[in-house]
């Protein structure tokens, strides 16, 4: 069913150049395949993201590249990307891991939605069923749990998981808990906090099958490919906890360089790149880790504040921001952070926190 | 955990956006009433709402949300107003999200309601309605129509669909879209417009000028090997690509047009002959 290879990971070779659909004159492309936890199913380590993927032709070829792990939605494109798909892997569909997601929030919903993506995905299973976008355990009802174990005892799905894109460091460690979870689908990159670092090592330890995500976000996001999105894919295909990742990829060329980070070491410019771009951000960008909750001398929701001058000098919405702002506690909004000699607040990430509250105050009080 | 970008486009939020509250109120349809306050979101946050299905936003030109909820007794209807950079991406996401097995119907530029869902757009705007309701078998379509007719009366922007979407022949048509990023998923075809037919499908990519145009020609011909020459527009040629097929792409003034997916390169260029004949 699945890519005959070697236990752990291994490498494989394709050339590249006889698959490509434009003539290119490509080097052998190595394939590099991890084992996702415990369900045992071999991945490569690069798959794809599907969502956001129109035309099915690059869908086709990257299962003709090689790539065993793709990735869809219930929800993405209100159920069409699911058909593409579908459609898109046709007779390949078995010989590749398959994994969707639901957001219906209980049992009977949950399963509607399972044999609907079944339908579409013209198959009698997926291999990993995700609940899709969790955060907080708080948000995965017993019913729900229910559906995924009666979804694996019906054949519906191989393994369950759920997918998540922050507060990791919480909902990893409870998933992991509760034992229940085959595998874990998160956000994951280089820009980081160490916490879901560590929450991701200790699951992964533990034999739960890690896919990472917005491998490129963070610091990247939105980006256009080049080398820094490449290093960012690096990093993370490089990463021992993750068994495969699924950039979003919308046509051959992206396809083609996303494949070649399979195979690649991360190598020292990597890291200089990786660390340039951090250090652009770093001064100015919260990254809502949350750690300097509580820290202010004067009681100010730091994050928050941040998140709102943000608005402003990164995207231009000043109204927004400042319409955040005055909805703070009165004491909050007229506080000057120049009243203190010194910021008691340390960023962990480097954000020069009382220069960007002081410009926050500037703007909006 | 988010890391804000400065390469994203500054967008019109709240000027846009403030004329919201003309049309997007819960008292547009009678029995409801507002349940919380309403809630915007940006490209940065968006992720923080459509958890996992952002992307499919911000690829379209994402500039800005509004999310209102109303409740009438246990049934709770949610109410997402999407603004775009323009009416072709709002059109475009409309497009993409809706189901291809249920008639487009005349609200804004294009609508759908179903049972317990609608949506529709009109100018920048992208309008997504889910109603939740006690009885999950309940059909709420006409009330759902109601309120969708109000909200675009109070719309401002643009009625019809993207003007390219019109030079695509009709016979065997099955849909048409508006592709953000990657037309038949080749990087140099930008941005355009697509229409899937019973067989094979046929796209418009308009550049900025006849030069570019061209210039896009020359790299997409150098792809194909065996590619010839075609009588189609200013330039064109045909050529059998793997996954795409018998494809024909030709070039128009600025306008890049053609079809793929046909059993033949002939056949593609026939097909692009009535293509390009219908491009102004």
């Known amino acids: ?365 | 955990m988010r890391v804000v970008h400065l390469a994203l486009v500054p967008f019109l939020l709240m000027g846009g956006m403030a004329r919201a509250q003309d049309f997007l109120s819960c008292q547009l349809a009678p029995g409801w009433t507002q349940s919380e306050a309403v809630h915007p979101y940006t490209a940065d946050n968006l992720y923080d709402y459509k958890d996992g299905g952002a992307e499919g936003y911000l690829i379209y030109g994402f500039a800005g949300m509004k999310s209102l909820n109303c409740k009438s007794g246990e049934n709770t209807l949610t109410i997402d107003v999407s603004e775009m950079n323009d009416a072709d991406s709002a059109y475009g996401l409309f497009a993409t999200n809706r189901d291809p097995r249920v008639p487009i119907a005349k609200i804004g530029m294009g609508g759908q309601v179903q049972a317990q869902s609608a949506s529709y757009a009109k100018g920048k705007y992208y309008v997504e309605i889910v109603l939740n309701a006690a009885d999950p078998n309940s059909d709420h379509a006409a009330e759902l129509t109601a309120l969708v007719n109000k909200m675009a009366q109070r719309m401002e922007g643009r009625v019809t669909p993207p003007e390219a979407l019109a030079w695509f022949p009709t016979e065997d048509l099955s849909s048409t879209g508006v592709v953000p990023q990657s037309v038949l998923g080749l990087k140099e075809l930008k941005r355009g417009y697509v229409a899937k037919y019973k067989q094979g499908q046929a796209f418009i990519v308009a550049e900025e000028t006849p030069a570019s145009a061209a210039a896009v020609m020359k790299v997409l011909r150098q792809k194909y090997d065996g590619a010839s020459d075609a009588k189609v527009g200013d330039e064109a040629f045909q050529a059998k690509a793997p996954y795409l097929d018998g494809i024909c792409i030709f070039r128009k003034g600025r306008t890049l047009g053609g079809y793929a997916n046909l059993p033949t390169a002939p056949e593609a260029a026939a097909q692009a002959v009535k293509l390009a004949a219908r491009i102004p």
């Not at chain 1, 579409?120 to 559906?147: C, Q, R």
């Open chain 1, 1 to 365: 069913m699945l890519p005959v290879v070697g236990a752990g990971s291994s490498l494989g070779i394709l050339n590249l150049s006889a698959q490509t659909p434009a003539g290119n004159t490509g080097s052998p492309l190595k394939l590099s395949y991890k084992t996702l936890g415990k369900t045992g199913l071999k991945v490569t380590s690069v798959g794809m993201g599907c969502m956001i993927t129109s035309d099915p032709s690059v869908v086709t070829r990257a299962a003709d590249l090689g790539i065993t792990y793709f990735d869809t939605a219930r929800g993405y494109q209100h159920g069409n990307n699911e058909r593409m798909v579908g459609a898109a892997l046709g007779s390949k569909r078995k010989q590749v891991v398959l994994s969707t997601k639901t957001e219906a929030r209980d049992k009977a919903g949950m399963a509607k939605e399972l044999d609907t993506s079944l339908s579409e995905l013209k198959t009698d299973f997926v291999d990993v069923w995700y609940l899709h976008g969790k955060s907080n355990p708080s948000e995965v009802h017993d019913d729900m749990i229910e559906a995924l174990q009666l979804a694996k005892q019906q054949g519906k799905a191989r393994f369950v998981g759920i997918s998540t894109h922050s507060n990791q460091q919480t909902l990893i460690p409870w998933m992991v808990q509760k034992g229940v979870f085959d595998v874990v689908l998160s956000a994951f990159n280089f820009s980081m906090d160490p916490a879901v670092e560590q929450a991701i090592d200790a699951a992964a330890k533990t034999g739960m099958g890690v896919v990472a995500m917005k491998v490129m976000a963070g610091g990247a996001r939105n980006q256009k490919p080049g080398q820094t999105l490449l290093s960012a894919l690096k990093w993370v295909t490089n990463h021992p906890s993750v068994a495969t990742t699924i950039p979003s990829m919308t046509d051959m060329a992206q396809l083609d360089e996303n494949v070649q980070a399979m195979g690649s070491t991360l190598t020292a410019e990597d890291h200089r790149v990786l660390a340039t771009h951090l250090k652009m951000i770093e001064a100015e960008y919260c990254r809502m880790c949350g750690k300097c909750e509580g820290s202010c001398a004067q009681g100010l929701p730091v994050a928050d504040v941040l998140r709102y001058v943000t608005y402003a000098d990164g995207y231009g919405e000043f109204a927004l921001g400042r319409e955040r702002f005055l909805q703070m506690a009165s004491e909050h909004v007229s506080a000057h952070c120049e009243n203190c000699p010194e910021c008691t607040v340390q960023c962990p990430f480097g954000v020069q926190v009382q220069k960007r509250m002081k410009r926050a105050q500037e703007l909006f009080a």
